[in-house]
């Protein structure tokens, strides 16, 4: 209670100003009057705020393309993307990706790489990106702000310490630290799936939706939370290991050490063994196999039946624990067979007691595809920097 | 994003002064030299809004005991607990208590009756309610501005509407807008594991933890989440129900539908079971066995072993999908013997993935006593007077 920020008058401008932005940022162009509307702002205030921007060179204002409507158009806001530029960077377990994202979350340019079946070792990683980073921002004639950094682990976001990332083989990695200290900006490190909830809040299948929960199933099984409109945290920043939820006790294994994660049920290696593939089948056999199913409805069903009654029962207890009004479904569960998706939502629903008291969560595959983490990330870059600006 | 409030000058004042009364509300007496470092307000803000406060009788101003320390002692400044006194109602499945409270927390006056057995209709609840406040208010020489209402139940908190009760045998009832028609003052229903997490974080085992669980186990188990520092709830206001995760499938069936959720595992039922009690056995007589346990710790592990196991179960699942700092255990389960306790904040600890990030998550039984859903319920009615006083 003591912490309740307390408002100054001098705060009242720059609060406008980056709520301005931030509109801009994540709803794209506006007119004048559709801004003054949007924050319930009087035309005057408006018009000093984006003079003042327009003059930074933050925004610019642009004719729209002719309509039908009769009169002058109205002047259209528009986000200058060089003004401010992000660097955005998504750590998979065999593969890495860098952009740099301009105001306005358009990706100016990218860059990736395999680790070719090793696991990258840490210090490696980092000066890959760094270099990446530089060659990327010469060519564009860009150079970034900020960076956030998308990991496949228990990440504390507050200073980016990794305390594992089990299928990177990382324990104890201070990469937020590490990176800041080199790329000399600050550097936001988060857990994959908390970025890629914050993606798909902003700019995906869960745009303008207050409470989401974001599932992605790659190697591991991870869960972001959006509650009420933003991105739901635990104790020192860590957010949950939503794939280690026990649903099977005296189940499978897991490295956490329980038995029956919904990870080991719902993971690319459940995935396989439903599929009778090899453990280590590469990731594009698994979709061809599922793409094949996609047209053999009846099929699907018989051979994934155990696999969707795991992925149901563990999606029937992130409704009634967090009562979202949307799941998305990302990565690997994006390639299931439309009709098994719409069986999980269907059940999700009939089982759920949360979900029959809000009237029905939605269950939804992302549409964001891979570079869903790549926004997530670049998004938690922006956060303190649209204040700056 | 765009409904981010935009402060203006004039709000100032007001936002300051009731953080102020906040402060007072839930900290108790503080001196204006305190208040100013807390509020970080320089001392002449400080003595306007404590002048104006003392001036409208919310607020007085007294002279500490004697302590041990030179010099002219400070004055306390004290809120003035009829200045604003909030309804509390804890509807439980067989007893029915109210209070009113006044500002500062400190119950004033109470009453309380059972239901003998019936289930309470809820017409039949709400005319006793409403007579009994206004004797209680009577006898006192107050009234009410707000009211606060725990039930045991899936609520939703935009309007108070129970949509479903099962103890209580309630569907779908307008309880928030039934109540507020009679007494006239804005009501907040809630679920009451919610307002039991909302005392336990402002006046509780919880007080200063930012991310908090609290499970109670009456008839049914529920939970309430503090994270960051706010009542979690999900889409249209509905709080999750923890105690409707499925633990054990192919379980007991719950009357949810499912099978082995938490709530068949770890309620009073299955206590009743574990301790070889007839399943409908007086709450008195559960407490006593379990008293007579605590002073044989080998025979309650043994006889316990198997509740345990669940109860753990599902607390690991608990924080590794919300990761709090603290987990506080209410009702029935306070009771346990304190070495099944402590054994179970161990297990939870070593077996909890999310745990083993954050540092260690504690696990403690509360210390409200019965009263706690009442003083939760009484802080939720507390919420929008603060602003207003």
Not at 60 to 84: F, I, N, T, W, Y
Not at 144 to 169: F, I, K, T
Not at 353 to 373: F, H, I, M, N
Request: charged content about 20%.
């Amino acid at each position: 209670m003591t912490s309740t920020p307390v408002a100054r008058p001098d705060d009242v401008r720059r609060h406008n100003r980056s709520t301005l932005l931030r509109l801009l940022h994540v709803g794209g162009p506006h007119t004048r009057a559709a801004l003054a509307t949007e924050l319930g702002l009087n035309r005057s205030t408006i018009k000093t705020l984006v003079d003042g921007l327009a003059e930074s060179g933050v925004v610019e204002e642009r004719v729209p393309r002719p309509g039908r409507g009769a009169g002058r158009p109205s002047l259209l806001v528009l986000p200058q993307p060089q003004a401010a530029v992000v660097l955005a960077v998504d750590v998979q377990v065999e593969h890495v990706a860098i952009a740099l994202v301009g105001l306005g979350g358009q990706i100016l340019g990218r860059n990736s790489w395999n680790l070719h079946g090793r696991t990258g070792e840490p210090g490696e990683v980092i000066t890959h990106v760094v270099e990446s980073t530089a060659v990327l921002a010469g060519d564009l004639g860009v150079q970034p702000v900020a960076a956030g950094v998308s990991v496949p682990g228990v990440v504390r976001r507050s200073d980016g310490h990794v305390h594992e990332a089990p299928n990177l083989r990382w324990t104890e990695v201070a990469l937020g630290e590490r990176l800041a200290a080199i790329l000399r900006i600050p550097v936001q490190v988060g857990n994959d799936a908390e970025f890629g909830a914050v993606a798909e809040h902003l700019r995906g299948t869960a745009r303008g939706a207050q409470d989401v929960v974001y599932v992605s199933a790659d190697i591991g099984v991870g869960g972001g939370v959006i509650a009420q409109g933003s991105s739901l945290r635990g104790a020192a920043g860590y957010v949950g290991e939503i794939g280690h939820m026990v649903i099977r006790p005296g189940g499978r294994t897991c490295y956490c050490g329980n038995q029956g994660c919904w990870e080991t049920e719902v993971g690319e290696a459940a995935l396989c063994r439903a599929l009778e593939l090899a453990p280590d089948s590469p990731r594009g056999r698994v979709i061809v196999e599922l793409r094949r199913l996609a047209g053999r409805p009846d099929e699907a069903r018989a051979r994934l039946a155990e696999f969707v009654e795991w992925l149901t029962l563990g999606l029937v207890n992130v409704v009634n624990l967090l009562g979202p009004q949307l799941v998305v479904l990302g990565d690997l569960f994006t390639a299931l067979p439309p009709s098994l998706l719409e069986q999980v939502g269907a059940e999700v629903r009939r089982r759920s007691l949360v979900s029959r008291a809000v009237g029905g969560v939605r269950v939804e595959g992302s549409k964001l595809g891979a570079d869903v983490k790549l926004l997530g990330a670049a998004e938690a870059a922006f956060e303190g920097v649209l204040d700056t600006v």
